[in-house]
């Protein structure tokens, strides 16, 4: 990447309302087969010419093909049941109905490919691609196949890295993984999921991320993050052993959040994705506000290794708003770019 603090998102933008109920998670959508696929791939295009009118750096698909970040690639997996659902606690903060694992999981086909290529062709910009990663992927099943959470994260990373393979073939210059489960069971993440991780990436040549966060503006996430005091440490858990892994890029959640700053130091050598965008809030950010962000994040990540980027995804907020924050980060982003020049 030539150009410095190339800014990006961390995955999710809002759909037009025609597609999916705007404002929701797990939006059902709106349109049924030829139209649904037609759909989605003109949304695709929108949320690129979004990204594009906002001056954003890196473009994604803004996830406009998938309904939520971590079930829709299950739905493309053989040995999960979505019939058969079981109540489970979700990173130890709220209970949802999910899918169960039958029987031995496999990747038969495809899932997003052909949406990269798609979008590969309608952009020469450097594209970033999301994918979940293996330890927030078993903490949204019910798991009565493998018996066993290091099992089947091992078996979704075999999976992740055949699926990452192809997407970096067809064009995709970065692939992130998303692990906000990083951010909850550090034990988990010392003993194999930071392994399972380099699992998902073994043999690639593009630029690999991973993107752990205090998840999505939701309810329970908010009144979860009331409940972790003034100081969040949890990056501290995992970014000693993130910092000596294969993993180029750590993106994680700065501004308006109680993330001490000096954090950053532990992923020291990595290029840093930092979050100069609260997505928990309707309020538009200002340019001076990203610009402060980013300033004190210089302190703890060289400049060429600085990439201003979202908190977390944007899918839950109006399109309005998110052109609003989209525009602030680049405007930001241009301040810090003079004042390094
Ligand atoms: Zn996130």
Same mark, same amino acid.
């Given at each position: ?6 800014? #990006? ?26 139209? !649904? ?9 929108? #949320? ?5 009118? +906002? ?22 997996? #053989?040995?999960?049941? *979505? ?32 949406? +990269? ?35 089947? %994260? ?31 069971? *550090? ?12 699992? +998902? ?7 690999? %991320? ?46 308006? #959040? ?32 990203? +610009?402060?962000?980013?300033?004190? %994040?210089?302190? *703890?990540?060289?400049?060429?290794? !600085? ?20 525009? %602030? ?13």
């Amino acid at each position: 990447m030539k150009r410095l603090l190339p800014t #990006s998102t961390a995955g999710s933008l809002p759909k037009p309302s025609w597609l999916a109920e705007p404002e929701k998670l797990w939006s059902p959508w709106k349109l049924q087969d030829d139209q !649904l696929i037609d759909g989605k791939l003109d949304a695709l295009r929108l #949320s690129l010419q979004e990204q594009q009118l +906002a001056g954003i750096d890196i473009v994604s698909d803004g996830e406009q093909t998938r309904q939520h970040f971590v079930t829709t690639f299950i739905e493309h997996l #053989s040995g999960v049941d *979505f019939e058969k659902r079981e109540t489970v606690r979700i990173r130890n903060r709220y209970d949802a109905s999910v899918p169960t694992v039958i029987g031995a999981v496999a990747r038969e086909k495809p899932v997003f490919v052909e949406d +990269a290529k798609f979008l590969r062709q309608l952009t020469s910009q450097p594209i970033k691609w999301a994918l979940p990663g293996p330890m927030t992927m078993i903490d949204t099943l019910y798991d009565n196949h493998y018996k066993s959470r290091e099992k089947l %994260a091992w078996e979704f990373a075999k999976i992740l890295n055949q699926e990452a393979r192809e997407l970096e073939a067809a064009g995709v210059d970065i692939i992130q993984f998303d692990e906000p489960a990083f951010n909850v069971f *550090f034990d988990e993440v010392n003993d194999w999921g930071v392994a399972t991780l380099e699992r +998902a990436l073994e043999g690639l040549k593009c630029e690999t %991320a991973v993107h752990i966060c205090y998840g999505y503006g939701i309810k329970a996430n908010t009144d979860w993050k009331k409940t972790l005091g003034s100081e969040w440490r949890q990056y501290e858990e995992a970014f000693p052993k993130l910092q000596k892994s294969k993993i180029d890029i750590v993106s994680l959640e700065c501004h308006n #959040s109680r993330v001490p700053m000096d954090l950053i130091e532990l992923i020291r050598g990595k290029k840093v994705m930092v979050g100069a965008i609260d997505v928990a809030t309707n309020t538009i950010e200002t340019p001076e506000e990203v +610009a402060d962000t980013l300033r004190k %994040a210089l302190q *703890f990540v060289d400049a060429d290794k !600085l990439y201003p980027c979202t908190n977390c995804g944007m899918a839950p907020l109006s399109r309005q708003v998110a052109r609003g924050k989209l525009n %602030a980060l680049s405007a930001g982003a241009e301040i810090i770019r003079k004042e390094l020049a």
